[in-house]
DNA sequence: CTGAAAGCGCTTACAG
DNA sequence: CTGAAAGCGCTTACAG
């Protein structure tokens, strides 16, 4: 609350360029005069109740057109006790990410009247149930947008739920029912890449995972491992080793894998950072990159077409996601949006094994 | 407006775990009765108005913590004729710019009750006015952001101020009031990329400017141009070439300069995105960086660290100009954030040139 | 199918 | 310094 500041120098603010006061805008009460009916009677019509003769709709209507009246969406929510605001609750270091996700939110959103709110968080902390249960209640969201790794939080959504507060969950798993999730099917996305290293004739593998406690480390493992299983490969022991999705534990575990005896002749990092972190090590090695080493990467980042060579990598359709989302919050289960599958980008990180 | 799907299966969308309504809220109204006193004079102390002793203010801050009562926003604002959200506007494609400023505007907003709604346009949209007239209309936005560089739209801020919207501008030169501005000082930084190139010994050097339009195009050069001066170089004018800040528009540069007879033996793109376009063209041309090619970039977006050689950049205070924007909005002139300038973060893209 | 009254939770403008 | 009344622009619950 920093209430007062609007206060201060109210005139003073207002530059000397500054025209006269904008034309009040329409109300419903104007409307209402106009059209020679009650407030009650354009409210339904706003609100396309069928208790309206079809005629009466069309000359509010078209009052409403002639005017371009719009309804004040802080009015209406105060009266429905509910906002038109939908809040993005995230905790997640890829910027690309969350950007590309919010436009394929706006997307789905485009002229329904409702907005989007930001409000980024901290997975760590111990207040995040009760900092997004704050930011809810005040705002009175219409819903709630959780994206992965904190849509794998079920303190959160239960509290969403005492709430009353709808929410879709973008997650890598069937965590909750149809009409609160967007799945990201992982899975699809590293089968394909398994299949395309064991294709290119790749035996030993090396893999770096996501991290301990996301939803997603498990998912595009088991579908990497589905993928080799498929040409009767194994993941050996040895060659799984754990990552944080950031490129410093790309590197260290890109290390590890290729400072074992027996070193593999692929890696796949399950994000696009840690790959770089792959790339950088194999350079520190001398290892050329796809004759000593193919590499697979996660998420086709920009940058993982400006790696050199560019990376082989998964693309997600993120975008298609946000507005699945989207209209997931705004018209319910009804609406069930397509979402493609993820896909194998090939580029120039993979080649078959030397020798 | 899709009102009417709130209203569809109430019921059916309540999950059966879900508990007994959440208790209704304090309002002003109950607070009132138990300070016993008017409404109108809680309303002064949540407002901080000095017309209250302070006795009663004490009694009355008293019942509000002991309630944990927040205003209602919705309430405060369909009264002030104004909410309490700020709208992001912005068009810019990079999207680490984008997430990082919001961090910092939400950095700024923090605590104050106000909230962030982000709206990207499309700068080439000939309905952008309208679009973004009709969004801080329809909210009532309390202020606006614009960032580069639909923030050097005049035709935008006129309309704001026609409106009696604030704003700030986040951009690359002096284009406002220093109260509706921040102000990024590209030029700092590309002096010193300058002065770092000239003191390796370079003589030639090649610069891929931003697009004709954007401001920023402008500073860097003259930012560029005025070390190298210091070092008493000028650029050749075949060594200066168009760029659109685009990876693509990067190669297509760095064609253009590496195929020069007498090729300069540094380039400075003026971001990290075109900057990658010279590693690939120098890649393809077989010139090593940094002995055959030095260069530098723009923006120290997490990418730069894992081109490989880590490329030479700028980097600038993102989260604290996002910062000061909100203060800026929240606070008004008087709120004079520090924001550091920029600095060049010196990797292993630049060394001296060869022979 | 339509409307008058009351209310959502605040603030304004006016008294005192 | 404090408060009763009216109002912000909508919708609810209730009549008819």
Not at 309 to 330: D, F, H, N, Y
Not at 344 to 351: A, E, G, Q
Request: proline share 6%; with cysteine.
């Amino acid at each position: 609350m920093r209430p007062e500041k609007q206060k201060r120098q109210p005139e003073a603010e207002r530059p000397e360029t500054m025209s006269a006061p904008p034309a009040r805008r329409a109300t419903i009460n104007d409307i209402a005069r106009l059209a020679n009916v009650s407030k009650k009677t354009v409210s339904r019509v706003i609100n396309r109740s069928p208790l309206v003769t079809e005629e009466t709709r069309e000359r509010v209507s078209a009052i409403i057109r002639e005017h371009g009246y719009e309804p004040d969406p802080q009015a209406r929510g105060l009266a429905f006790r509910r906002s038109f605001l939908i809040g993005l609750v995230y905790d997640n270091p890829n910027a690309q990410f969350v950007v590309t996700m919010q436009q394929g939110l706006l997307d789905g959103v485009r002229g329904s009247g409702f907005e989007l709110v930001v409000h980024p968080c901290n997975r760590q902390s111990d207040t995040l149930v009760n900092d997004v249960r704050a930011f809810a209640q005040r705002q009175k969201l219409y819903g709630v947008v959780l994206l992965p790794p904190i849509s794998e939080n079920n303190a959160l959504t239960a509290m969403l739920d005492e709430l009353g507060c709808r929410y879709v969950r973008v997650a890598s798993a069937v965590l909750d029912v149809p009409s609160k999730l967007v799945i990201s099917n992982d899975q699809i996305g590293t089968a394909e890449a398994a299949r395309h290293l064991a294709a290119l004739g790749h035996k030993r593998i090396g893999l770096i995972e996501g991290p301990v406690g996301f939803r997603s480390r498990i998912e595009r493992r088991e579908g990497f491992e589905a993928g080799l299983a498929e040409h009767d490969l194994k993941l050996a022991k040895e060659c799984c080793v754990d990552g944080a999705y950031t490129f410093d534990s790309g590197i260290e575990g890109a290390r590890k894998l290729l400072s074992l005896k027996n070193r593999p002749t692929a890696i796949f990092a399950c994000n696009d950072e840690m790959a770089a972190g792959v790339y950088q090590v194999a350079r520190e090695m001398g290892l050329s990159i796809p004759e000593d080493l193919s590499i697979v990467g996660f998420d086709d980042t920009p940058m993982s077409a400006r790696l050199w060579p560019p990376l082989t990598t998964i693309r997600w359709p993120i975008v298609e996601m946000g507005r699945s989302a989207a209209a997931k919050l705004l018209d319910g289960a009804e609406s069930e949006a397509e979402v493609p599958e993820a896909k194998l980008i090939v580029r120039n990180s993979t080649s078959p094994p030397k020798r």
